[in-house]
Protein backbone atom coordinates (compact mmCIF):
# COMPACT_ATOMS: atom_id res chain seq x y z
CA UNK A 1 0.00 0.00 0.00
CA UNK A 2 1.26 3.47 -0.81
CA UNK A 3 1.10 6.08 2.10
CA UNK A 4 3.49 7.98 1.27
CA UNK A 5 4.31 9.86 -2.42
CA UNK A 6 6.81 11.98 -3.38
CA UNK A 7 6.11 13.71 -6.32
CA UNK A 8 9.28 15.74 -8.02
CA UNK A 9 8.56 18.81 -10.13
CA UNK A 10 10.50 21.37 -11.83
CA UNK A 11 7.67 23.58 -13.11
CA UNK A 12 8.44 22.75 -16.41
CA UNK A 13 5.70 21.50 -19.18
CA UNK A 14 6.80 17.56 -17.97
CA UNK A 15 5.73 19.14 -14.15
CA UNK A 16 1.96 19.28 -15.76
CA UNK A 17 2.39 16.26 -17.30
CA UNK A 18 3.32 14.50 -13.94
CA UNK A 19 0.86 16.22 -11.74
CA UNK A 20 -1.98 14.90 -15.09
CA UNK A 21 -0.28 10.95 -14.50
CA UNK A 22 -1.29 11.36 -10.90
CA UNK A 23 -4.73 10.87 -11.96
CA UNK A 24 -4.19 7.66 -13.24
CA UNK A 25 -2.74 6.28 -9.99
CA UNK A 26 -5.03 4.73 -7.63
CA UNK A 27 -3.93 7.25 -4.46
CA UNK A 28 -5.91 6.06 -1.52
CA UNK A 29 -7.45 9.32 0.63
CA UNK A 30 -4.91 8.77 3.28
CA UNK A 31 -1.61 9.09 1.69
CA UNK A 32 0.67 11.70 1.92
CA UNK A 33 1.34 13.77 -1.14
CA UNK A 34 4.59 15.52 -1.16
CA UNK A 35 5.41 17.73 -3.95
CA UNK A 36 8.46 19.02 -4.24
CA UNK A 37 10.41 21.22 -6.12
CA UNK A 38 14.81 21.87 -5.58
CA UNK A 39 16.05 25.26 -6.76
CA UNK A 40 19.36 23.88 -7.96
CA UNK A 41 22.29 25.74 -5.94
CA UNK A 42 24.46 27.89 -8.30
CA UNK A 43 27.07 25.81 -9.74
CA UNK A 44 24.21 23.51 -11.38
CA UNK A 45 22.38 25.89 -12.86
CA UNK A 46 21.81 23.79 -16.23
CA UNK A 47 19.26 25.46 -17.13
CA UNK A 48 19.85 28.76 -17.59
CA UNK A 49 21.31 30.82 -20.60
CA UNK A 50 24.53 33.34 -20.08
CA UNK A 51 22.83 35.85 -22.01
CA UNK A 52 19.96 35.95 -19.81
CA UNK A 53 19.31 38.16 -16.46
CA UNK A 54 18.81 35.92 -13.48
CA UNK A 55 16.14 36.46 -11.60
CA UNK A 56 16.82 36.61 -7.77
CA UNK A 57 17.25 34.22 -5.69
CA UNK A 58 14.33 35.00 -3.44
CA UNK A 59 12.11 35.93 -6.64
CA UNK A 60 13.27 32.35 -7.92
CA UNK A 61 11.53 30.58 -4.64
CA UNK A 62 8.28 33.04 -4.47
CA UNK A 63 7.70 32.11 -8.66
CA UNK A 64 8.44 28.35 -7.67
CA UNK A 65 6.53 28.77 -4.34
CA UNK A 66 3.87 30.17 -6.90
CA UNK A 67 3.67 27.30 -9.38
CA UNK A 68 3.26 24.68 -6.66
CA UNK A 69 0.61 26.42 -4.99
CA UNK A 70 -0.89 25.76 -7.97
CA UNK A 71 -0.07 22.36 -7.99
CA UNK A 72 -1.16 21.99 -4.77
CA UNK A 73 -5.12 23.11 -5.42
CA UNK A 74 -5.00 20.51 -8.06
CA UNK A 75 -3.78 17.51 -5.53
CA UNK A 76 -5.71 17.37 -2.77
CA UNK A 77 -4.46 17.06 0.40
CA UNK A 78 -0.48 17.63 -0.94
CA UNK A 79 1.80 19.64 0.41
CA UNK A 80 4.97 21.93 -0.45
CA UNK A 81 8.86 21.03 0.31
CA UNK A 82 11.14 23.69 -1.81
CA UNK A 83 14.66 22.58 -1.07
CA UNK A 84 18.24 23.62 -2.64
CA UNK A 85 20.59 21.58 -3.86
CA UNK A 86 21.45 18.88 -6.67
CA UNK A 87 17.79 17.44 -7.45
CA UNK A 88 18.69 14.21 -7.79
CA UNK A 89 20.53 14.19 -4.30
CA UNK A 90 17.84 15.91 -2.83
CA UNK A 91 15.18 14.07 -4.35
CA UNK A 92 16.42 11.28 -3.36
CA UNK A 93 17.19 12.60 0.21
CA UNK A 94 13.29 13.93 0.63
CA UNK A 95 12.36 10.28 -0.05
CA UNK A 96 14.07 9.13 2.35
CA UNK A 97 13.30 12.00 5.08
CA UNK A 98 9.55 11.10 4.17
CA UNK A 99 9.63 7.28 4.12
CA UNK A 100 8.20 7.64 0.48
CA UNK A 101 6.99 4.23 -1.27
CA UNK A 102 6.91 5.98 -4.48
CA UNK A 103 8.63 8.98 -5.99
CA UNK A 104 6.86 10.34 -8.94
CA UNK A 105 9.43 12.29 -11.38
CA UNK A 106 9.17 13.65 -14.63
CA UNK A 107 11.71 12.77 -18.10
CA UNK A 108 12.57 15.59 -20.73
CA UNK A 109 13.37 12.38 -22.90
CA UNK A 110 16.96 13.15 -23.74
CA UNK A 111 18.53 10.74 -25.64
CA UNK A 112 22.29 9.49 -26.78
CA UNK A 113 25.11 11.59 -25.75
CA UNK A 114 22.93 14.60 -24.43
CA UNK A 115 21.38 12.15 -21.83
CA UNK A 116 24.46 11.17 -20.83
CA UNK A 117 26.11 14.73 -20.91
CA UNK A 118 23.46 16.47 -19.19
CA UNK A 119 22.97 13.88 -16.34
CA UNK A 120 19.15 12.86 -16.51
CA UNK A 121 17.87 13.40 -12.99
CA UNK A 122 15.22 11.06 -13.78
CA UNK A 123 17.82 8.24 -14.22
CA UNK A 124 20.18 9.06 -11.14
CA UNK A 125 16.95 8.65 -9.20
CA UNK A 126 16.33 5.41 -10.49
CA UNK A 127 19.35 4.25 -9.80
CA UNK A 128 19.69 5.52 -6.05
CA UNK A 129 16.04 5.49 -4.71
CA UNK A 130 15.98 2.92 -2.30
CA UNK A 131 11.72 2.69 -2.89
CA UNK A 132 9.53 2.57 -6.03
CA UNK A 133 9.91 5.30 -8.68
CA UNK A 134 6.95 6.12 -11.56
CA UNK A 135 8.78 7.81 -14.07
CA UNK A 136 6.49 9.99 -16.65
CA UNK A 137 7.85 10.25 -20.24
CA UNK A 138 7.18 13.92 -21.11
CA UNK A 139 4.84 14.13 -24.54
CA UNK A 140 6.86 16.29 -26.89
CA UNK A 141 4.38 18.28 -29.02
CA UNK A 142 4.78 19.29 -32.66
CA UNK A 143 3.05 21.41 -35.06
Same mark, same amino acid.
Given at each position: ????????????????????????????????????????????????????????? /???? %?? #?? &?????????? !??? @????????????????????????????????????????? /???? %?? #?? &?????????? !??? @???
Amino acid at each position: MVKTILVALDCSTTSEQVIEALDALYIPSHSKIILAHVLPSSDHEGDSHPEQPHPSP /SLRY %QQ #VE &EQLQAYQAQV !SGS @FMEIVNGDPAEEIIRLANIYNADLIVIGTRGLQGVTRVIER /SVSD %QV #VA &EATCSVFVVK !SQK @FSI
